[in-house]
């Protein structure tokens, strides 16, 4: 019996941060001002940003590269409109974990799990 439990509580730390650095899912991002930027759906190596301004160039998909602490934009609205490089994973006190994405002068959007 202990065994076994100590094998839990082996692969529970070995596991936690492997599944804190998952990007994948629904991300609901807020601009600069804290108000409510849009949703960022990351599947596989393609995303989709659904903006909050109507008819926002932004919106739409495109392709993203995985690398170990987040994804590396490729292509599609948020690249081509808002510049866009990367979304990194970092540490949330209330939701564990976001992704804040970037170009290459500044942090534009803080996404948090949906």
């Not at 019996?1 to 839990?8: Q, S, V």
């Not at 690398?67 to 590396?72: A, C, E, L, S």
């Not at 490729?74 to 949330?92: C, E, F, M, W, Y």
Request: hydrophobic share 40%; glycine share 14%.
């Amino acid at each position: 019996m202990r065994r076994i439990a100590l094998i839990a509580c082996s692969f529970a730390l070995f596991a936690t941060p492997a599944l804190a650095q998952s990007f994948e899912g629904n991300w609901g991002c807020r601009d600069a001002t804290a108000g409510k930027a849009g949703i960022l759906t990351i599947y596989g190596q393609v995303y989709g940003f659904a903006s909050t301004v109507v008819g926002d160039k932004s919106s739409g998909t495109g392709t993203i590269t995985a690398y170990q602490d987040g994804v590396g934009f490729n292509d599609g609205g948020l690249k081509a409109t808002r510049s866009v490089q990367a979304g990194r994973i970092v540490p949330d006190p209330n939701f564990g974990v976001a992704i804040q994405l970037e170009t290459a002068d500044a942090i534009i959007m803080l996404c948090t799990p949906h």
